[in-house]
């Protein structure tokens, strides 16, 4: 266990549903990353929060995806009309971000199964 | 062109032995290299990082990093059968947001 909660683990929805992940960092980390993992891929990058501010997000987080990280601690990611291409792991990982030696502690993972 | 190279393996190899798993990169002025081991259906868990040129011992574990060849490497001495995972290379994107940029990962499978 590395300090890095998610909720819920596993999420079941049907196409067109909207859903939302959880994360809960490290408590003392300021930065706060997410990732999506299709099978036999690894992680690939979201978007990232140092602190409250959101600073960058990849191309691949569509309009449908939005972040927040309100006051810094908890950050949520929503995803609004599912489509069966969203099924994946939904990874969150926090650092403290003071160097290049910055390592991530990635939390258990949030599986979305899209019907 | 990928930016993180893995071989995908399946790697196989018997209890006791040694394991080698390799990893190239394409960004020049990375300066920040870890390595992830992954079990089926769980998150990725850190196992090493390396920063400097050479090699980086911990326990069973070495990482080797080259970066005039843009190669990164992690050794695994005495494999056991709960060595068998999937191994994800990873790299720091510098430029202020120290996002990774992982490979697909090698999947390593210990036998007895």
């Known amino acids: 266990d590395t300090g890095v909660s998610q909720d819920p683990r596993h999420k079941i929805t049907k196409r067109g549903q909207n859903v939302t992940f959880r994360c809960d960092p490290i408590?003392?980390?300021?930065?706060l990353y997410w990732y999506r993992q299709t099978l036999g891929q690894g992680p690939e990058f979201l978007t990232y929060?140092?602190?409250?501010?959101?600073?960058?997000k990849s191309r691949l987080l569509s309009d449908r995806f939005s972040a927040e990280r309100p006051k810094g601690s908890f950050s949520t990611l929503e995803i609004q009309r599912t489509e069966q291409g969203d099924s994946a792991m939904y990874l969150c990982?926090?650092?403290?971000?003071?160097?290049?030696?910055?390592?991530?502690?990635f939390g258990p993972g949030t599986r979305l199964t899209v019907l | 062109q990928k930016e993180v190279e893995q071989n995908s393996g399946p790697l196989s190899v018997p209890e006791g032995a040694i394991a080698s798993l390799n990893c190239t990169y394409s960004d020049r002025v990375s300066q920040s290299f870890f390595w992830y081991r992954q079990y089926s259906g769980k998150s990725p868990e850190l196992i090493m990082s390396i920063y400097s040129n050479g090699d980086k011992e911990d326990g069973r574990f070495t990482a080797q990093l080259n970066k005039a060849s843009q190669y990164v490497s992690l050794l695994i001495r005495d494999s056991q059968p709960s060595d068998s995972a999937t191994y994800l290379c990873?790299?720091?994107?510098?430029?202020?947001?120290?996002?990774?940029?992982f490979g697909a990962g090698t999947r390593l499978a210990v036998h007895p």
């Open positions: 929060f140092q602190n409250e501010a959101q600073l960058e």
């Open positions: 990982a926090s650092s403290i971000g003071t160097s290049v030696k910055d390592t991530q502690y």
């Open positions: 990873a790299v720091m994107v510098t430029g202020g947001y120290n996002k990774l940029i």
């Open positions: 408590s003392e980390h300021n930065r």
